[in-house]
């Protein structure tokens, strides 16, 4: 018998795997996000997530954490050197707060020109967990989670277009300056009076351990799943009163989805869920390591 915490994770690495983001670097958004703005979009980029499936933010952020570090290190003596290169785009960069490469216009065009995907998911019918239930923020443990996951679902996914969009930081940022700090454990070009050191920044629990390398974004969502959960009528009702909030997979409220539910005369759940076209969703984040993203392994 299913959980419903291994019901998320069989759709997770099936929906991954559609998306051609490996099971290792995917993580979901809960909620789905619909970004309004360029600060929302890079907001995203500038998350250090924390470890695990559900992309949450670990306490750390992109920039602070890469200005702390190249304010630290010792620059060389050419102004061509990284370090040195690095130091003067923040000092040219000041206060402004950070930015990607790509804005949210452009994103939006480059997913108007994405291609489409459609793929089915079934499964076949705790301890602490990531994932929420069949609603928003409700628990996975719980009676109408748990008897969902129990039972075969079979579910289709269809979108119009979907992109698997990557940006990088901009002017304030130079991979290479970054990438020298992380080949170097010991010495230089890190400061030896700093408190700030290659294992506060890279190792377990560090600043920059990993990094969001792109961002799963569908428009024109459609999603439909049956359940042969035999539902009573107080879970019917749980379930309706709480559909608002946004339901299992993408918990997309009425505000940026319309969702239906219905029961048949046996209590079995058919759910329906549709965004509306030209409104970029973000379902879920790849996320690498600091030395893969930095190129280095």
């Known amino acids: 018998m299913a959980t419903f915490d291994e019901l998320q994770i069989l759709l997770l690495k099936r929906t991954l795997q559609a998306f051609g983001v490996p099971d290792t670097a995917g993580k979901t958004f809960q909620p789905a996000t619909v970004p309004d703005s360029d600060q929302t979009l890079w907001g995203l980029f500038n998350i250090i997530p924390a470890d695990g499936p559900v992309f949450v933010q670990s306490g750390s952020q992109f920039f602070p954490a890469y200005s702390a570090v190249i304010g630290s290190l010792v620059a060389g003596h050419s102004p061509f050197n990284p370090i040195t290169v690095a130091k003067r785009k923040l000092a040219d960069w000041g206060t402004k707060p950070s930015a990607w490469s790509i804005d949210e216009a452009t994103m939006l065009q480059m997913l108007a020109l994405a291609p489409s995907a459609r ?30 996951a129990a039972a075969k679902l079979d579910m ?142």
Do not use: C
């Not at 700093?194 to 629990?205: L, R």
């Not at 219905?262 to 209590?267: A, E, K, L, M, R």
């Open 119 to 148: 793929f089915p998911f079934s499964s076949s019918g705790a301890p602490e967990t990531p994932f929420w239930g069949l609603w928003a923020a409700s628990p996975p443990v719980d009676g109408v989670a748990g008897v969902l």
């Open 156 to 297: 289709t996914l269809s979108f119009d277009h979907l992109l698997n969009f990557a940006t990088t930081p901009s002017d304030w940022y130079l991979s290479s300056a970054l990438a020298n700090a992380y080949s170097n454990k010991h010495g230089a070009p890190w400061d030896p009076t700093s408190p700030i050191t290659w294992t506060t920044t890279f190792g377990p629990g560090g600043t920059l351990v990993r990094m969001p390398a792109s961002l799963i974004i569908a428009d024109t969502l459609s999603i439909t799943y049956t359940s042969e959960t035999a539902f009573g009528p107080g879970g019917q009702a749980e379930i309706l009163a709480n559909a608002a909030a946004g339901v299992w997979p993408y918990y997309l409220s009425s505000g940026n989805a319309t969702t239906h539910i219905s029961f048949d005369s046996h209590g079995r759940l058919t759910a329906s869920i549709t965004t509306p076209a030209g409104q970029p969703v973000i379902l879920a984040a790849s996320v690498l390591s600091a030395s893969a993203y930095l190129g280095l392994g």
